[in-house]
């Protein structure tokens, strides 16, 4: 299991008071670029409605106090949590409620980057990661929307063929490789990690790049064509 605090010496080397609330991770770090606010998950958390709305409370909060601050996301998510009381209060409303409180930040001006550095599954990962306006990842994360032996469960295709799938198609395939060819993952950071959220924090948040990111990679190569056919319709 990761952990989170030797990262974040090496993310803000000039300094940080991130801090572990259970699961939850607040806190803010110091750069050559000001301050930047932290939020997140550790230890594989699942993200049940307590964790969701924890997360979506300290978003509102940074928005409130400190206006058009960046936002680090730092990942570690087994995805949503798996127990009848979530199920029963709701917990994809709460996922989407943390979504949109992202979204309010973003439209508030604060740059939103999210950096997987342990697992990241499902709509855990949705919520807090692919909703930033870049995503990152370290090179030994787990990225997957589902693993392959349940896929061929609910799917009843044979795991052999799934596998034989994932050499050639970047969407069957788990892993931060398979994701960063598809462009939903920007870059994978490796070394010094200060310089590289340094790079990103320098890097406008400008327009969504990951369906050409996905066609340039080879990964996702038909939905930059059908977007623009979208939007080109009359």
Known sequence: ????????????????DVRAEGDLLRGTGATSHGPVAVVGTRNRAGIGVDLAFAL???????????????????????????SRRDELLGNGGY??????????????????LSLVYGEAVSGGYLSLGMIADRAYALADAQIRVMALPAMSRITQIPIEDLQELCRTSAIFGPGVDNYQRL???EDVWAGDLASSLAQALRTPAGSD??????????GRVHAERVIAAVLAAP
């Open 209 to 218: 790049r990951r369906a050409q990111l996905g066609a340039a990679r080879g």
């Open 56 to 82: 979506a409370t300290e978003v509102l909060q940074i928005v409130a106090r400190f206006p058009k601050r960046p936002i680090l996301m730092l990942v570690d998510t087994q995805g949503q949590q798996l």
């Open 1 to 16: 299991m990761p952990d989170v605090m030797p990262l974040c010496d090496r993310l803000f080397p000039e300094g940080h």
């Open 95 to 112: 996922l989407a409620h943390l979504a949109k409180c992202f979204e309010i930040a973003r439209l508030q001006g604060h740059l939103l």
């Open 183 to 185: 462009g939903a993952v």
